[in-house]
């Protein structure tokens, strides 16, 4: 007999619509069990679990020849998921589940040996799945509940073990869909994990952090250690515009697709930070492996990569961070496919002076910084919109009581500049933001916004000329620019703004 339960399988980050036939032959005498569809080592061993699932759960676990695929057949299948599927299946082959609620429905969880469904990764992309086919409804395991929950506009029903699956597919257990998720009010409670108030001194870096969130700048600090560049790192994301709705579905659905949400966290709230060490390797970095997945560029989807201590990266794997810099998304190329995963990120990097990590104003001093410093290639750091020093901070106002300034208000700064970019800069699916920050914006839109008056023309001029600005640093000038005059409300780019934003090319102006 052959029945047929509806699933998924991911590709990347991309859920695709996956059914699990299951055929059982009872007139072969050597009972045998196969399962096709390319299938990985853990769903080759899911048959064990499911029979020690089913027989101590008090079914029972037909002595036949059975035979499983799991289509389509030419995509690599992995993980526990197929687990409850499988076992659906066999139950509904064997007439233990006699009703066809199965077929407008989509299923995937782990099995026990005792029958209880363990959680999965991926679960809130079987729920866009499902939405997405017009399906009635998802059967996930109940610790994904809320997470597939939080996508909407569908009936999720938490599994708890495969006795209450069965008896719900039978009509004789009935189980509640669980409730919606407010995405807004998690959103709205949402806490940045650190103030800028409590970063003593540094006011002019702050000054550069204000700007890099408000126009979505990619940002270099360059000082010594213990001067609070890792805690301004950290302090970043608390003045960023909050995730929307569907910026935080999409965060959630890659963090659910490499199993890191935190347990019994349905969604992020937050945007995201990470902060990978100095020894991750490329894949790491950008994605890949045999069974493409996304990378830290990808885990820092709308929220920020933070490279401490940049040039103790080996350089193959920052020039890898070229692509996804310049246009938002990595693609992973393999013989059999192509996938693509989002990685338009903030990327904040930290760097000692020397490799000791003091600065040296002698010749040897010198020669040492510029060795460093050689570390990391000129295209990259043309990537940076902003480079900015920061200094040691002096005991005045290390033992000061007075807080500099917080959080909060450079919150709003940032806040009444996107606004301004939101009604200037259109819309931009790439971004799924209202408005178009500054960083992303064509050329062709730049050269409508950043226009300047004869003087400035010629600063820019004497920029290009005596720092030797490539043409993309040359447009980093004018969106830093344009972003410094929409915090002051300016309509127009005037000498000031270009000259701040000049003096950001430090690097520039040491080489």
């Known amino acids: 007999m052959l029945a047929q339960v509806h699933s998924f399988v991911l ?34 061993e899911s048959i064990e679990r499911v029979r020690a699932a089913m027989v101590n759960s008090g079914f029972t676990f037909p002595e036949a020849r059975l035979l499983v695929n799991l289509a ?31 077929r407008r429905l989509l299923f995937a969880g782990e099995l026990s040996l005792d029958g209880r469904v363990r959680p999965i990764r991926g679960a809130i992309n079987l729920a866009i799945l499902a939405r997405r086919l017009g399906m009635d409804g998802v059967v996930v395991p109940t610790e994904n509940a809320e997470e597939a929950a939080a996508v909407g506009d569908l009936a999720v029903y938490p599994a708890d073990s495969l006795t209450s699956v069965v008896g719900f597919l039978n009509e004789t257990y009935p189980i509640e869909p669980h409730p919606d998720v407010d995405i807004d009010a998690m959103l709205d409670q949402a806490t940045p994990p650190v103030d800028f108030a409590d970063v003593k001194g540094q006011e002019a870096v702050k000054r550069a952090m204000l700007i890099a969130a408000a126009g979505a700048h990619n940002i270099l600090m360059i000082g010594p250690q213990g001067t609070g560049k890792t805690m301004m790192a950290k302090a970043l994301p608390g003045i960023l515009p909050p995730l929307t709705r569907d910026e935080a579905l999409e965060v959630t659905r890659i963090f659910s697709s490499v199993g890191q949400l935190a347990r019994g966290e349905a969604l992020v709230t937050r945007r995201p930070v990470r902060s990978p060490h100095h020894t991750s390797s490329g894949i790491a970095m950008i994605g890949g492996g045999a069974i493409p997945r996304p990378g830290e560029v990808s885990l820092a989807h709308h929220g920020i990569l933070f490279l401490d201590e940049l040039p103790e990266f080996p350089r193959p794997v920052l020039e890898t961070l070229r692509q996804p810099l310049e ?96 009604c200037r800069n259109g819309a931009d699916v790439q971004t799924s933001r209202n408005g178009v920050p500054n960083a992303v914006l064509s050329g062709r839109k730049l050269d409508e916004i950043a226009t300047v008056d004869e003087q400035t023309r010629e600063l820019l001029r004497q920029a290009m000329t005596e720092l030797g600005l490539s043409a993309r640093a040359f447009d980093k000038v004018r969106r830093v620019a344009r972003t410094i005059a929409d915090l002051e409300g300016a309509d127009r780019i005037e000498f000031q703004h270009v000259a701040e934003a000049i003096s950001y090319r430090l690097l520039d102006r040491q080489q």
């Open 327 to 422: 246009d938002g998304e990595v693609t992973i190329a393999r013989a059999h496919s192509s996938l693509r995963f989002p990685s338009r990120f903030m990327l904040v990097a930290a760097l000692n002076p020397t490799r000791k990590g003091r600065k040296s104003n002698d010749e040897a001093g010198r020669k040492q910084m510029e060795k460093y410093l050689s570390r990391i290639s000129g295209p990259l750091l043309d990537r940076i919109d902003i480079h900015v020093e920061v200094p040691n901070v002096p005991y005045r106002q290390l033992a000061s009581m007075k807080r500099g300034t917080g959080s909060a208000e450079m919150r709003q700064q940032v806040r009444q500049a996107r606004e301004r970019q939101q």
């Open 11 to 44: 590709q990347g980050i991309e859920p695709m619509a996956c059914e699990v036939e299951v055929d059982v032959t009872t007139d072969e005498l050597t009972p045998k069990t196969t399962i096709v569809g390319l299938p990985d080592s853990v769903v080759k």
């Open 72 to 102: 389509p057949a030419d995509i690599r299948k992995e993980g526990p998921i197929y687990d409850l599927p499988i076992a659906i299946g066999l139950l509904l082959a064997s007439s233990t589940i006699q009703q066809p609620n199965h």
